[in-house]
C-alpha cells in the first residue's frame, strides 16, 4: 500500500519568501504530525493533527509557521518570510489514532527545504 | 535541554558481531521509547518499542532493554549485518508526543 508521500522533495527559496510543504498521509490515518529536522539533529516536533483539528501546535518556533489539514487528510506546512534558519528537513509523519501506546509513526520522505 | 540523548554519533561494527546503540533520557514521565531506523534521503523507520512497564523487548535480530533507574535504554542488534548500516534514533514518548535524539550513525563493516 502507499506510505507517507511528500511533496516537493526538494524546495530552494530566497529569504523572505512564502512556502508551502505538502503531506498526503497514509489512507485511514487519522493523526498526522510535521517534525523539522536540521543537520546533525533527531526531528524535532512541530505540530500535530488528530482529525481537522490541530490538538498540540506546541512544537511550531514562532507565527511564520503555521499547518492546516482542512479535510482531515493532506495537510500543508506553510512558512511565512523564510529565514536561513529555517532550512531543513522537514518529516510528516501519520498514525492510526492517539489510543495506541505505541504510536507507531509512519514517515514521509521529508521535503529538503533550502532558504539561500 | 535535550531529554533524550544518544551519546555516541557513530558506531562501527565488524559485521557478524552484536551492535550496542545506547540512549538515556532525563524525564521519567516517558510511557514508551522507540527505535527508529534511517537511510539516506529516505523518513525514519519504526524498529521496535518497548513500554515502560517493561525491561525487555525482543523482535528478531532486535532487543531493546529497559533500565528505568538509571534512565537508560540500549538496542542490541545480533547478528548485524551489512543492511543494518544506518541511522538509528532513539525515542520516547508520552501521549503522542515524541522526542527524538540526536541520532547514532551505525556501520557494519565487512
Known amino acids: 500500500g502507499a506510505g507517507v508521500s511528500q511533496t516537493p522533495s526538494n524546495k530552494v527559496t530566497e529569504k523572505g519568501k512564502y512556502v508551502e510543504l505538502r503531506c498526503d498521509p497514509i489512507s485511514g490515518h487519522t493523526a498526522l504530525y510535521w517534525y523539522r529536522q536540521s543537520l546533525g539533529q533527531g526531528p524535532e516536533f512541530l505540530i500535530y493533527?488528530?482529525?481537522?483539528?490541530?490538538?498540540?501546535d506546541s512544537g511550531l518556533p514562532n507565527d511564520r509557521f503555521f499547518a492546516v489539514r482542512p479535510e482531515g487528510s493532506v495537510s500543508t506546512l506553510k512558512i511565512q518570510r523564510t529565514e536561513r534558519g529555517d532550512s531543513a528537513v522537514y518529516l510528516c509523519?501519520?498514525?492510526?489514532?492517539?489510543?495506541?501506546?505505541?504510536?507507531?509513526?509512519?514517515f514521509g520522505p521529508g521535503t529538503r527545504l533550502t532558504v539561500l | 535541554d535535550q531529554q533524550v540523548k544518544q551519546n555516541s554519533p557513530s558506531l562501527s561494527v565488524q559485521e557478524g558481531r552484536i551492535s550496542i546503540l545506547n540512549c538515556d533520557y532525563t524525564n521519567s514521565m516517558f510511557d514508551y521509547f522507540l527505535w527508529y531506523k534511517k537511510y539516506p534521503a529516505e523518513g525514519p523507520t519504526f524498529l521496535i518499542s518497548?513500554?515502560?512497564?517493561?525491561d525487555k523487548n525482543e523482535d528478531g535480530r532486535f532487543t531493546v532493554f529497559l533500565n528505568k533507574s538509571a534512565k537508560h535504554l540500549s538496542l542490541h542488534i545480533v547478528p548485524s549485518q551489512p543492511g543494518d548500516s544506518a541511522v538509528y534514533f532513539c525515542?520516547?514518548?508520552?501521549?503522542?508526543?515524541?522526542?527524538f535524539g540526536k541520532g547514532t550513525r551505525l556501520h557494519i563493516l565487512p
Open positions: 493533527f488528530q482529525g481537522t483539528g490541530a490538538a498540540d
Open positions: 509523519a501519520s498514525s492510526l489514532s492517539r489510543s495506541d501506546i505505541y504510536n507507531e509513526q509512519f
Open positions: 525515542a520516547a514518548g508520552r501521549w503522542d508526543k515524541i522526542i
Open positions: 518497548i513500554s515502560s512497564i517493561k
